[in-house]
């Protein structure tokens, strides 16, 4: 597609359950970014991969949080033993240059909420 | 955490008017960026100024950017409605590092 598609666009589930979020970039685009935005602040790191490769993820906030990208095109981010604080509306990027030359192209977000 | 800080949090002007948002950062930088979000959807890149550079000019916007006072500002000049939005500043410290740090916003509603 022309630009980077995030799906589900919305997911509800229960404390406690298992939760995947998709990301597809767009075509070429070797650098991928996960980023987490709460009601009212900016967004904030997760994870970076170049290739197949997370070559920083120093903003996962601990172990439950886990992302591939096994074929260096599509991500996915899982998220085990949801809970409450886990909502939020989870935004992915993908950039052809990277952040030091570059911009970041973003979806429009997977909004998750955890009852 | 979060590095940049804009403000104002929300400012409210007529159409036509111009807008100016500031941004205050901590740390030395590579290059400083500014996206837009409406309300729900993603993040659209405006413009990127390079730590070099102290500013920029893209249509209706202008970027400033002072190093030594660790500030940049975004000025939209004859605003429209439809610039109803919320302004993100986003740092990058560049050194390896592909981490793009975003400030809260400012939320920019332009009445018409």
């Known amino acids: 597609g022309a630009g980077v598609s995030q799906t589900p666009s919305n997911k509800v589930t229960e404390k406690g359950k298992y939760v995947e979020l998709r990301c597809d970039p767009i075509s070429g685009h070797t650098a991928l970014y996960w980023y987490r935005q709460s009601l009212g602040q900016g967004p904030e790191f997760l994870i970076y991969?170049?290739?197949?490769?997370?070559?920083?993820d120093s903003g996962l906030p601990n172990d439950r949080f886990f992302a591939v990208r096994p074929e260096g095109s599509v991500s996915t981010l899982k998220i085990q033993r949801t809970e409450r604080g886990d909502s939020a509306v989870y935004l992915c990027?993908?950039?052809?240059?990277?952040?030091?030359?570059?911009?970041?192209?973003f979806g429009e977000g997977s909004r998750l909420t955890v009852l | 955490s979060q590095q940049g800080e804009e403000d104002p949090q929300a400012l409210s002007i007529q159409e036509g008017e111009n807008a100016t948002m500031n941004c205050s950062y901590k740390?030395?930088?590579?290059?400083l960026q500014w996206y837009r979000q409406n309300s729900g959807r993603g993040l659209v890149h405006l413009i990127l100024?390079?730590?070099?550079?102290r500013e920029k000019h893209s249509g209706r916007l202008r970027v400033t950017l002072d190093t030594s006072k660790k500030s940049s500002s975004l000025l939209i000049t004859a605003s429209r409605a439809a610039d109803t939005a919320s302004y993100f500043c986003?740092?990058?410290?560049?050194?390896?590092?592909?981490?793009?740090?975003f400030g809260k916003g400012t939320k920019l509603t332009v009445n018409p």
């Open positions: 990027a993908s950039s052809l240059t990277g952040t030091s030359t570059g911009e970041l192209f």
């Open positions: 100024i390079r730590s070099n550079e």
């Open positions: 740390t030395s930088i590579n290059n």
């Open positions: 991969f170049q290739g197949t490769g997370a070559a920083d």
């Open positions: 986003a740092t990058a410290g560049g050194g390896g590092s592909e981490k793009l740090v």
